[in-house]
């Protein structure tokens, strides 16, 4: 099993600045891609930013050039950067990992129990 532990959400101004941070457990587990999802009351759960293990990115139209995710392999954890952070960004943000089972052909995809951003005016 993988376990995804998100940290780093809280509260802020708009304008203000947040660093998410997701390191994933499992040392059998290979990842392939890490990102970030959110999920705001009364919406779907959207995709925010992606990032591949060669460091292929992408990202979510309205957070382009605010918000940077980056990602440490050693570690097995993803970073999301969010600067000049709006009201309309709030909103439950969850880490995803999705790769495989090495030796095996299993593959799996795993979130986070998810953090909380909230963007005041």
């Known amino acids: 099993q993988v376990q995804l532990v998100e940290s780093g959400g809280g509260l802020v101004q708009a304008g203000g600045s947040l660093r998410l941070s997701c390191a994933a457990s499992?040392?059998?587990?290979?990842?392939?891609?890490m990102g970030w999802y959110r999920q705001a009351p009364g919406k779907q759960r959207e995709l925010v930013a992606t990032i591949t293990s060669g460091g292929m990115t992408n990202y979510l139209d309205s957070v382009k050039g605010r918000f940077t995710i980056s990602r440490d392999n050693a570690k097995n954890t993803v970073y999301l950067q969010m600067n000049s952070l709006k009201p309309e960004d709030t909103a439950v943000y969850y880490c995803?990992?999705?790769?495989?089972?090495?030796?095996?052909?299993?593959?799996?995809?795993?979130w986070g129990q998810g953090t909380q951003v909230t963007v005041s005016s």
């Open positions: 499992g040392s059998t587990f290979s990842i392939n891609a």
């Open positions: 995803n990992a999705a790769g495989y089972y090495r030796g095996t052909d299993r593959t799996g995809d795993y």
